[in-house]
């Protein structure tokens, strides 16, 4: 969910451990975002993919009045273990912090851009602050309006910490990196201590939110409000460790502009995809055979699944996106032009944020008990088939967007609201 820049397409030199200070711009202010057509492929072939990794991981959410169990899953019949076995191998905790990676990545690329303008640092300070804040606002009208379990206001906030570290050195960002995700390891047992509440339960989940089952769009977005506000202080502990370590791996990744420029980086790309999705599947193997009713679960293993979930999860967001790496810059490499495939995922990416509320409103005319009321009925086989529809229908929008040369009505906004009425070719 970025208006990120795309370096020039020659191998960059290896940047300095710390920025170096910027000259005196022309203007002395920031530069205006960049283009549509100037943006690195992979990056937003990566955020478009991504975001049903995200409808998929949500879409349990909006389920009402079932029981849950590990990873808060609703529990149900067979095809609904299934579902929730494969969502959980491929997608839960994989999804979020992937797009966190690129978050961190857009931010890094945006304080390159400037430093190319030549802009001083407290402009290019100025712009990311500014961004943020904006991003954040977005997040408080999404999460009342529309999903408390929104994520917008999250990478909002850790925009701003990330700001502190975005000059940062190496060695910073990579004892910031390991201590953030070690504290990951142990909170992924919040989910096992969820689904261990669950197990001997007659009832619904006391995890269970209220806003999902709330009769009337009005009380719905009370309960949200509350929810979200809830989920913005959880920020201060449980949203920095959550998002933390790939947000900053992704600062790093794009001081050597890994994404734009793969090939220097292929056989270290490789090694980590070769490594990382295996050990991501195992990971999560463990979590989806409790589901799958295959191993049973309990107090105590639960909370190790969990974690071992939890913990193997950035793992593979990094390695998802060293493939997409290596893939989309196989075919950047050998001078051919995309496919309908990669220009598609890439039209979404370029709009994630649109696409990202575009689920949010399908989710919320479907599920909710004032609405269709779906949540009340389906199971997750059902509901996930919902989530596919919906990201589908954010690609076609987004590739119908592409072809007339608009940008995504939320991006639009975005960029008005923090560059002001400066303007670039799209």
């Known amino acids: 969910m970025t208006d990120a820049a795309a370096p ?19 203007e ?8 549509r057509s100037a943006r690195a492929l ?7 993919l991504v975001l049903l990794g995200i409808a998929l991981a949500n879409v349990p ?26 969502v959980a ?53 999404h999460g009342v309006l529309l999903f408390f379990g ?13 700001i502190l570290l975005v000059r940062a050195s190496g060695r910073v960002l990579a004892i910031v990196g390991w201590i953030s995700f070690a504290l990951l390891v142990l909170l992924s047992a919040v989910e096992g201590a969820a689904g261990m509440t669950t197990e001997t339960a007659t009832g619904p989940s006391p995890f269970a939110l209220l806003s999902p089952g709330a009769d009337t769009y009005l009380a719905a977005t009370g309960a949200r409000a509350l929810e979200w506000v809830a989920g913005i202080l959880g920020t201060a502990f449980g949203g920095f460790v959550l998002m933390l370590p790939t947000m900053v791996l992704g600062v790093w990744a794009a001081r050597y502009r890994v994404l734009e420029n793969p090939e220097p980086h292929r056989p270290r ?15 999560a193997l463990p979590v989806a055979l409790v589901l799958l009713g295959v191993i049973g679960g309990g107090p105590v293993v639960d909370l190790l699944w969990a974690m071992v979930h939890g913990g193997t999860g950035p793992i593979g967001a990094v390695a998802y996106l060293a493939l997409i790496a290596l893939v989309v810059g196989r075919v950047r490499g050998a001078g ?24 949010s409103v399908i989710f919320l005319a479907v599920f909710p008990a004032y609405a269709l009321g779906l949540g009340g009925i389906v199971g997750a086989a059902e509901a996930t088939q919902v989530a596919v529809l919906a990201w589908l229908a954010s690609l076609v929008l987004a590739i119908a967007l592409e072809a007339l040369d608009k940008p995504g009505p939320a991006e639009a906004l975005l960029r008005r609201l923090v560059y002001g009425r400066r303007r670039t070719a799209p």
């Open 61 to 86: 959410f909006w389920l009402y009045g079932v029981e849950q169990g590990i990873l808060m899953k609703p529990l149900g019949d067979s095809a609904d273990q299934v579902t929730n076995a494969v």
């Open 150 to 162: 929104d994520v917008l206001g999250t990478y909002g906030l850790l925009g701003l910490l990330l």
């Open 336 to 359: 051919a032009r995309p496919g309908p495939i990669a220009r598609g995922f890439a039209a979404l990416g370029k709009r994630s944020l649109t696409g990202y509320l575009l689920q």
């Open 89 to 141: 191998l491929l997608a839960d905790n994989r999804s979020y912090p992937l797009f966190a990676l690129l978050y961190g990545y857009g931010i890094t690329q945006i304080l390159l851009r400037e430093q190319a303008a030549g802009a001083p640092w407290d402009a290019a300070r100025g712009l990311l602050v500014r961004r943020n804040l904006w991003v954040l606002a977005f997040g408080a009208v």
């Open 8 to 26: 020039p397409p020659h191998p960059a030199p290896a940047p300095p451990a710390v920025p170096q200070p910027y000259g005196a711009p022309p």
């Open 28 to 35: 002395g202010r920031a530069a205006a975002p960049t283009p």
């Open 269 to 283: 790309l490789a090694m980590i995809a070769g490594l990382g999705i295996p050990i991501s599947l195992l990971g």
């Open 42 to 48: 992979a990056p937003d072939v990566a955020r478009g």
